[in-house]
Nanobody
C-alpha cells in the first residue's frame, strides 16, 4: 500500500496541526495504521496507533491527552490531530500500515511507510 502524508509545518508552542495520510489501497480497512516520529539523531518511535475499525487506539505516554488518531475508511485516510504542541514534538512524522486488524506497537509490524512530513514547533 502506498502512503502519502500531508499537513506538517511550522507552528508555535501551544498550537495545533492536523496530519493526514492517504492510502492507495482499496482494502485500506484491512490494515492497522500508526503514526511514528523521528527527531534528528534519535530512533523512530511510535506516537499513536489505530485498529482497522478505529475502535481501538494506542498513544505514547508523551502525547496522551494532546494527540488524537482517527481514520476514515471510506476515504482511505488516517489522521493525527496534534494539540498543545511542544518544541519536543519537533520531528519528521511518518504514517505506516500493518496488515491486520488490531493495532500494533512494534515498528517491525509495519510493512508500508510514507515519505514523512516535517513538524517543527518553535518555542
Amino acid at each position: 500500500v502506498q502512503l502519502v502524508e500531508s499537513g506538517g509545518g511550522l507552528v508555535q508552542a501551544g498550537g495545533s496541526l492536523r496530519l493526514s495520510c492517504a492510502a492507495s489501497e482499496r482494502t485500506f480497512s484491512n490494515y492497522a495504521m500508526g503514526w511514528f516520529r523521528q527527531a534528528p539523531g534519535k530512533e523512530r518511535d511510535l506516537v499513536a496507533a489505530i485498529s482497522w475499525s478505529g475502535g481501538n487506539t494506542y498513544y505514547a505516554d508523551s502525547v496522551k491527552g494532546r494527540f488524537t488518531i482517527s481514520r476514515d475508511n471510506a476515504k482511505n485516510t488516517v489522521y493525527l490531530q496534534m494539540n498543545s504542541l511542544k518544541p519536543e514534538d519537533t520531528a519528521v512524522y511518518y504514517c505506516a500500515a500493518a496488515p491486520g486488524r488490531s493495532y500494533y506497537v512494534s515498528l517491525y509490524d509495519y510493512k508500508s511507510w510514507g515519505q514523512g512530513t516535517q513538524v517543527t514547533v518553535s518555542s
